[in-house]
């Protein structure tokens, strides 16, 4: 029995001293703070956002020169693409308003 009631006390000890320290452990140690910089680093230019087909859909003037940039090799991206498909979606039109008689 003695060997059971000195585990027990063991076992209890070491629970409220767990728990002891982890009550305690920000009053014994003050948990640093990272100092605050005075702003913030600079960051990498971040490419544009590549104007979508709705824009150039809008702007038909400006995605035939895209278009025509993109040809040339002198731009790239997403842009042309979207400035391409504009271009095919407003010619398709323009064709089915002839077809139809419009």
Known sequence: MTQGNTLIIVLVTL???FGAGFV???VIVPVERAPALASPA?????PAEPRGTQ?????????????T????????????ANAEQAVIEAE???RFKRFMGN
């Open 42 to 46: 600079p960051a990498a230019p971040r």
């Open 55 to 67: 824009y150039f859909a809008a702007h038909l003037d400006e995605a035939g020169e895209i278009v």
């Open 15 to 17: 629970i409220v001293g």
């Open 92 to 94: 398709g039109r323009d």
């Open 69 to 80: 940039q993109c040809a040339e090799g002198s731009v790239r991206g997403g842009e042309c």
């Open 24 to 26: 305690l452990r920000p």
